[in-house]
């Protein structure tokens, strides 16, 4: 139990291009779903947190119109990277908690390449 | 922000052999967990302790936990190259209503046959 999926697993764009990830958790309703950056041999560094049916609470330093966050459902949350830009290129990983546990699950990642 | 600071940055046993590696923090917490990353891929829960326990264990893992020293540590025994991975500690603050976690810079672990 407790998978939460990630699509695309990997996705080459142009630079000015808009990129959609999508984070689903398939065998539990997530009420919250984190979005985190990971830089090559770095820790994670949390972007945003997704509350389902209302708006992204950023981080930090963390451009929310640059980067958008929906979470429509209990299942699914999208970060839009927009006008994607060389310095956008990353991994992207998304985690999902449920109120009856302190565990986040996480997703396997997105790897950005912006060219 | 991350607070976690996991000392050593990296390690290279052989096959059998233990690894211990060990996270320190700065802030009061309400739990705090371990997590591995293989490579290029997401990240595994491995074991959660609260801030009222002192030791757990789960399998060929053992964390210990000293909220006097605001650390942990992740012991793993009869190491395998399958272990091979990053080990990240993360903390959840209290009070935790938030569910955010804040991660460490992580191990890299190495198990040679």
């Known amino acids: 139990g407790a998978v939460v999926s990630q699509h695309p697993s990997r996705v080459i764009c142009k630079s000015g291009t808009s990129v959609k990830i999508e984070c689903r958790s398939l065998d539990f309703q997530a009420t919250t779903m984190f979005w985190y950056r990971q830089f090559p041999k770095k820790s994670l560094m949390l972007m945003a947190t997704s509350n389902e049916g209302s708006k992204a609470t950023y981080e930090q330093g963390v451009e929310k119109d640059k980067f958008l966050i929906n979470h429509a459902s209990l299942t699914l949350s999208t970060l839009t990277v927009t006008s994607a830009h060389p310095e956008d290129s990353s991994f992207y990983i998304c985690?999902?908690?449920?109120?009856?546990?302190?565990?986040?699950?996480f997703g396997p990642g997105t790897r950005l390449t912006v060219l | 922000s991350q607070q976690g600071e996991e000392d050593p940055q990296a390690l290279s046993i052989q096959e059998g052999e233990n690894a211990t590696m060990n996270c320190s923090y700065k802030?009061?917490?309400?739990?705090l967990q371990w997590y591995r990353q293989n490579s290029g891929r997401g990240l595994v829960h491995l074991i959660l302790i609260r801030s009222n326990e002192r030791e757990k264990h789960s399998g060929r893992l053992r964390v210990t936990l000293d909220t006097s020293k605001k650390s942990s540590s992740l012991l793993i025994t009869a190491s395998r190259a399958a272990d091979t991975a990053s080990y990240f500690c993360?903390?959840?603050?209290?009070?935790?209503?938030?569910?955010?976690?804040?991660f460490g810079a992580g191990t890299t672990v190495t198990v040679r046959a």
């Open positions: 985690s999902a908690g449920t109120p009856s546990t302190d565990t986040q699950y």
């Open positions: 802030t009061s917490i309400n739990n």
């Open positions: 993360a903390t959840a603050r209290t009070p935790s209503n938030d569910y955010k976690l804040s």
